[in-house]
């Protein structure tokens, strides 16, 4: 891998750290308790300076993989500022379950919900403040006890979650309805060595600003695997349908290498 390559995480934080840490530092200032969850405040400064760039720079593949195939009730994971809901098509999505855990997000994430017609008032959108490890209080804040959702949507939020493989298990058995999708957008480890080297070495560093988020989450893969037991016991996939495929032109050399995926769960009873 190029140095320039390895390296340019390096210019992305030195822009992170221009539009973010004086805001970060004020908010401190007026109220020192949030020093223990500074990262949580910086990201979301970043989040608020970038979000809309990030965002257009996968407009194409992200309209492509969410407007045709999100339906019914859609739980989007680390929904952000409400970026995700402009992909949604509101004559198919009939309620938007938004699972954040930076509540500084939250009024501009309400504000999109509300320009695209989700409103907590007619119970059309959900705010949930928990993570999305969080299985049992995103089970319960939806008042089921079966799986409740028809479509799990995900960009760039899953490299977040803690324990992410567990948790990913945990709402694809609990929470997707069977015959339900897991749609998403994610940058995961690199299947090139050198790639991963460096996204290994970087992830510790990127970790500590950007709010837990890991440049060496190989999720896709973990997705992949997720098993189910049928009533023989045998262990199978969980995935009646799995697509994954990379984003057109994006090259090989960067630490962000990103996937989108398209799984759908087989129908029936899950026995794990
Ligand atoms: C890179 S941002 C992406 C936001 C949004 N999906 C978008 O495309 O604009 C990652 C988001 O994941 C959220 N996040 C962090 N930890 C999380 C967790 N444990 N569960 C769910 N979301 C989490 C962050 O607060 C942040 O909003």
Redesign the pocket.
Known sequence: MKLANAFGLWTELNFALQAALIPTLKDVWRKPTIISHLS?TF??HV?IAF?SQ??ANARTVKRELFLPNATGVVL??????G??IQYLDGSKVTKYVA????VR?HPELRRAAAAAGYLESDGTLIILSC???EVATILESLDSTIPAVDTIT????MC???SAEEALRGLVSRILKPGGQLLFYEHVLSPRKDVAWWQRLWAPLWQIF????RLDCPTDVWIDEITDVDEHGEKLSVWSERKLWGVPGETEETVFHHVLGKFVKRGGKMLD
Do not use: F, T
Request: glycine letters at 14%.
């Open positions: 949580r990201m979301a989040w979000a990030v965002d989007d994971i680390g929904a952000g500022l970026h995700g699972v954040e855990p930076n997000m993570g999305a490890e995900s960009v760039m939020s977040s979650i803690p950007y709010d837990g988020c």
